[in-house]
């Protein structure tokens, strides 16, 4: 059964707007992570979020996580056409790696 | 390194008839994934194995799936007897467990189409 669920299901915007992607989950994790998928490809990990923490930055990543809302956000700034992919949260709990259905991320030109 | 290795990348079966994918993870790695992905149902986790031992099957979704890995670098998923329902994205990941705070590192996939 899925643990995240990604919002929205779908996102289309302006290259340089940012871009915000919601996960929400249901059972406790010891980790979050974020993975992109580009059509027809495997899955490449973005970033990796503790329990603990409640905000992390990669580049142009920043990641926040709210145990107590079971919820996590990723946000993409100044964005570009390279970003157009479906973006995956995924926990590590009890059971690894379970992945939510994703956001379809498409970045116009 | 390679990376994780799926093969074959494309597979066209006839329904019930056997089909067998396989995996090599990235050297080193213990731990090892194997998902289903369809629009429908998204990503699905089949099963892991640590150490070469499956831990968790429960995603398996009926007796016709079985999964093997007899070494550190090498895994398979079978399907017998296959069925146009099977039609999926099948990703193999391979991590290193120390501890849990670790990345997967996914495979590009084997695309079946039973028909």
């Known amino acids: 059964s899925q643990q995240g669920e990604e919002d929205p299901q779908a996102l289309s915007i302006q290259e340089g707007e940012n871009a915000t992607m919601n996960c929400s989950y249901k059972?406790?994790?010891?980790?979050l992570q974020w993975y992109r998928q580009n059509s027809g490809r495997g899955l490449v990990h973005l970033i990796l979020?503790?329990?603990?923490?409640r905000e992390k930055h990669s580049g142009r990543l920043r990641v926040t996580l709210d145990t107590s809302k079971k919820s996590s956000s990723l946000l993409i700034t100044a964005s570009r056409a390279a970003d157009t992919a479906s973006y995956f949260c995924a926990t590590m709990g009890n059971t690894p790696l379970v992945f939510g259905k994703g956001t379809r991320l498409s970045v116009i030109a | 390194d390679a990376g994780v290795i799926q093969s074959p990348r494309h597979e066209v079966t006839e329904m019930g008839q056997e089909v067998t994918l396989r995996c090599k993870p990235i050297?080193?790695?213990?731990?090892l994934f194997w998902y289903r992905q369809t629009m429908m149902r998204g990503l699905e986790l089949l099963i892991y194995f640590n150490n070469n031992v499956p831990i968790d099957d429960s995603g398996m979704p009926e007796d016709r799936f079985s999964a093997k890995m007899p070494n550190a670098s090498f895994s398979t998923l079978k399907i017998q007897p296959s069925e146009p329902r099977d039609s999926a994205v099948y990703f193999c990941?391979?991590?290193?467990?120390?501890?849990?705070?670790?990345?997967?590192?996914f495979g590009q996939g084997t695309r079946l189409t039973v028909v």
């Open positions: 979020i503790r329990s603990n923490e």
């Open positions: 059972t406790s994790i010891n980790n």
């Open positions: 050297s080193g790695h213990n731990s």
């Open positions: 990941a391979s991590s290193l467990q120390e501890g849990v705070n670790t990345e997967a590192f």
